[in-house]
């Protein structure tokens, strides 16, 4: 939670590259970090701890950058009762979305879990949802680069008219990334399957088609 304030600040400044470097950061180090504790035989503990560990040093360095750089101080000293409620109602529609969201996409997971015994069929089910999730956060991503610019436009009491074109143009850039994603595996998919998780499972393209 501490960590998505200082994030949050970095990217209303509009400091992509330093918000993306520092996620693309916590990637490549908790890849290295857990093959490296897993190969000195630290357990499958070692896997909470390293990322406990890259959240502790992503905190410390949006906090600094934060505010040193951006010179955003938090205060702690004022309690707005008023803000906090409007917070714990968003926090707990977000939490009810955040469930319904899990059920949704792990149920089929669960449901052949439970009736199909070949592990291979989960999978390739499996591998399927992944790449699935992918797809979608690949095209989630583009609307994140436009928020701060929205938030503008709404604190400028920008009118109906305004807030649709902008949103037009994220929307474009969705549609061409999601098409071209689309029509890219529509081609190549059956050999990236093979290759990735091998010949076997090539029932998989249809599936995430």
């Given at each position: 939670m501490l960590t998505d304030v200082f994030s949050g600040c970095i990217i209303g400044h509009e400091k992509y590259v330093l918000?993306?470097?520092i996620q693309l950061f916590k990637t490549i180090f908790k890849l290295i970090l857990i093959v490296s504790f897993l190969k000195s035989g630290f357990g499958i503990v070692s896997v909470a701890f390293v990322?406990?560990?890259?959240?502790?040093s992503i905190l410390l360095i949006s906090g600094l950058f934060t505010i040193f750089k951006l010179k955003e101080k938090p205060y702690l000293h004022h309690f707005d009762k008023q803000q906090m409620i409007?917070?714990?109602?968003?926090?707990s529609a977000l939490l009810l979305q955040a469930f319904?969201?899990?059920?949704?996409?792990n149920v089929d997971t669960m449901i052949l879990g439970v009736y199909i015994e070949e592990k291979s069929i989960i999978t390739m089910y499996s591998s399927a949802l992944t790449i699935y999730a992918i797809y979608n956060s690949l095209i989630s991503v583009v609307t994140s680069y436009f928020l701060p610019n929205a938030t503008k436009l709404i604190?400028?009491?920008?009118?109906g008219r305004q807030l649709t074109d902008f949103i037009i143009k994220p929307g474009r850039y969705q549609a061409m990334i999601a098409v071209a994603c689309i029509c890219g595996f529509a081609l190549c998919g059956?050999?990236?399957i093979c290759i990735w998780i091998g010949e076997k499972y090539i029932d998989a393209y249809t599936i995430i088609l």
């Open positions: 918000s993306s470097g990322d406990l560990l890259l959240s502790l409007e917070i714990v109602l968003f926090g319904v969201n899990q059920v949704n996409n604190m400028n009491k920008a009118s059956k050999d990236f």
